[in-house]
């Protein structure tokens, strides 16, 4: 598989951010089968951005939003519209996206379009490329809500990559999109057939623990409702934590509560959660993903230090698989946790620093800060891989 990153800082004349990337990709030679990922500011039009590309490019273009990206040799980007051109004669790509989801729907309005996109394709499914919206309120399906529905309709067969969308921390105008489709809580997804062998790297930024250990002595998928003998919120007031308002993910960014997560056969998978929202009525909070009943909840505490080690041995670790593959992996997709982004205050750019003089030429980069990571990780016991969903995490996709 070939693939090329496009990048233009203009999104308000959308012709000339247009015109701009087809001039940086006007010289990459298309196969058979080509897909098109976009990450692009809040502010663009993903609509009108369709209607322009579709007009050269005749193939699917899945995306979302995203506060920032992050870009090959040119590092971070705050601003603007970056594609990711995957292109192959040996490859199929099936693209499409969901209705708007909510608790009721989000698993069967998953499985249905899962379904119509491998009827689309010859071969084996081997990898699923997704998108999708955040929790905003007690309706919303979480992050693990979604990629296990995702899991299941692939029969638990497939890795599973991709993150939830952003928007500048207003946490209100992130999007998805598919075509000239655009959706606030839809999912969309890209199947990829044929001659790819996906790898992957996950790797956390919470490092320390503060003092907060609590048994979740009732909780429902992504709602927490009591801590040991309290309430969820009781516990929050009695270590000084903010509780005074309802929405609290800005407050929270930098505070991962941190779950241990069951799977098969006894294997453990510890994650972090971003806490979303708390319910003053109910004295419950609403996290981004899952937090199993009877785990023990405690709290990480993100710096500025593990924030870059832990970008440097992901990319360590993806460079040596790099130079051993003989030139088979041309394109890493990244997904970061906007926290991270937080965490690294006036130096930014420290996760693109990471990789940008070491990146090997012919290898294509394209990622963006997400509320959200969707990427496999091995469990602690079996090193088993998990199809997850992370928070305050750094993912590499490799194909």
């Known amino acids: 598989m070939n693939s090329i990153v496009a990048y233009t800082a203009e999104i308000d004349d959308l012709n000339e951010a247009v015109a701009d990337l087809f001039s940086q990709?006007?010289?990459f030679p298309l196969q058979k089968n080509s897909l098109a990922i976009i990450f692009a500011e809040e502010a663009a039009d993903a609509k009108e951005l369709y209607a322009l590309l579709?007009?050269?490019?005749k193939f699917p273009m899945i995306g979302c939003s995203a506060m920032a990206m992050l870009l090959g040799k040119e590092g971070y980007r705050g601003i603007g519209i970056s594609v990711l051109l995957l292109t192959a004669d040996d490859c199929e790509f099936s693209a499409g996206m969901t209705?708007?989801?909510?608790?009721d729907n989000y698993k069967s309005e998953i499985k249905r379009v899962y379904d119509e996109l491998r009827g689309a394709l010859d071969g084996e499914v081997k990898l699923a490329i997704s998108y999708g919206g955040m929790v905003t309120d007690e309706r919303c399906a979480a992050g693990d809500d979604l990629v296990d529905a995702l899991n299941e309709a692939a029969d638990r067969k497939v890795?599973?990559?991709?993150?939830?969308?952003s928007d500048g921390f207003s946490f209100s105008d992130f999007r998805v999109f598919y075509n000239g489709e655009v959706r606030k809580y839809g999912q969309v997804i890209a199947l990829v057939s044929g001659n790819i062998e996906p790898k992957f790297a996950c790797?956390?930024?919470?490092g320390e623990r503060a003092i907060f250990s609590y048994e979740v002595t009732e909780a429902r998928r992504n709602i927490v409702y009591r801590l040991g003998s309290g309430t969820f919120l009781d516990a929050l007031a009695r270590e000084e934590m903010a509780v005074d308002k309802t929405e609290v993910m800005g407050?929270?960014?930098?505070?991962?509560?941190?779950?241990?997560v069951e799977r098969e056969k006894g294997d453990q998978v510890e994650v972090a959660r971003t806490l979303s929202v708390l319910n003053r009525e109910t004295g419950a909070g609403a996290f981004l993903g899952s937090v199993?009943?009877?785990?023990?909840?405690s709290v990480g505490v993100i710096s500025r230090e593990d924030v870059q080690s832990s970008v440097e041995r992901a990319f360590k670790e993806v460079f040596r698989k790099l130079a051993n593959a003989e030139g088979r992996y041309r394109t890493l997709l990244c997904t970061s946790c906007c926290a991270r982004f937080l965490a690294m205050a006036s130096n930014i750019s420290a996760e693109a620093d990471a990789y940008a003089k070491s990146l090997p030429e012919g290898v294509s980069l394209m990622g963006m800060y997400?509320?959200?990571?969707y990427c496999p990780v091995k469990g602690s016991r079996t090193g088993a891989d998990y199809n997850m969903f992370h928070n305050f995490t750094f993912t590499i996709l490799m194909m």
């Open 25 to 27: 990709t006007e010289s």
């Open 54 to 57: 579709s007009e050269r490019w």
């Open 99 to 103: 209705a708007e989801l909510n608790v």
């Open 159 to 165: 890795p599973i990559y991709g993150g939830t969308a």
């Open 203 to 206: 790797v956390s930024s919470a």
């Open 251 to 260: 407050d929270y960014l930098l505070s991962p509560f941190m779950v241990e």
């Open 292 to 297: 199993p009943e009877g785990s023990t909840m």
């Open 370 to 373: 997400g509320y959200g990571e």
